[in-house]
């Protein structure tokens, strides 16, 4: 079946370091890969996809490719700051509604 | 902006218990799932709807699962007799369309726990 797999957190870095996740992915067929960000109190909120290999998803700073051929979507941000910290999911969708998500990372930015 | 409400956002009930879980979806919307993440676990898809039916579930979604929309806003996850096994953070979600390339948008979560 379908998995996610993403770097166990929780990651702490300091304000303007160099930010990337890791996240592989086992799955039949070409899915349809997303980062999702979940902010203290708040809902799981999509910040980024690729729906095919070599796209590049970005946004705010961050971004991912998809890299068929390592099975990857790792997240990278190059200054991060406080306001990014919060949980980041790597998930997929190979179907017409199910997204299969990794466990989360927790990201922590200190001044 | 619009955005997906759940309610409330913790339920503490006795196992054996019936919960019954609400979202409002973005009222556009026609498609809506249910997720859920035991602590320190993966979020799991438990169930998706359209048009007032199921149209795919996980093997967790077993007999003591339900879901419904049962007015024009409200979607609603019920667990018929609750284990200790169902506590978790449930996530509700609504979609405008499906496919590969849909954007399911998030609810904050309901946090379950079962005593």
């Known amino acids: 079946g379908n998995s996610v797999t993403q770097m166990e957190g929780p990651v702490t870095l300091s304000e303007e370091a160099f930010l990337t996740i890791n996240c592989t992915y086992t799955a039949t067929g070409y899915p349809s890969l997303f980062w999702y960000v979940q902010y203290p109190g708040e809902g799981l909120q999509l910040l980024l996809k690729?729906?095919?290999?070599?796209d590049k998803g970005s946004n705010k700073g961050f971004e991912a490719t998809y890299r068929k051929e390592t099975t990857s979507f790792h997240l990278e941000k190059g200054s991060v700051q406080v306001s990014d910290s919060a949980v980041y999911f790597c998930?997929?969708?190979?179907?017409?509604?199910?997204?299969?998500f990794g466990t989360g990372t927790r990201l922590q930015v200190t001044l | 902006e619009p955005e997906v409400t759940q309610t409330p956002s913790h339920q503490v009930t006795q196992m054996g218990q019936e919960v019954i879980l609400r979202c409002v979806p973005i009222s556009n919307h026609l498609y809506f799932y249910w997720y859920r993440q035991i602590l320190g676990q993966k979020v799991e898809f438990l169930v998706s709807f359209y048009n007032n039916e199921i149209s795919e579930k996980s093997e967790i979604f077993d007999d003591q699962f339900s879901v419904e929309r049962p007015d024009g806003s409200n979607f609603t996850l019920k667990i018929r007799s609750t284990k200790l096994e169902d506590s978790a953070m449930y996530f509700c979600?609504?979609?405008?369309?499906?496919?590969?390339?849909?954007?399911?948008?998030f609810g904050p979560g309901t946090r379950l726990t079962v005593l």
């Open positions: 690729a729906t095919k290999a070599d």
């Open positions: 998930a997929l969708s190979d179907s017409f509604s199910k997204l299969t």
């Open positions: 979600a609504s979609s405008e369309r499906v496919g590969f390339n849909n954007e399911q948008f």
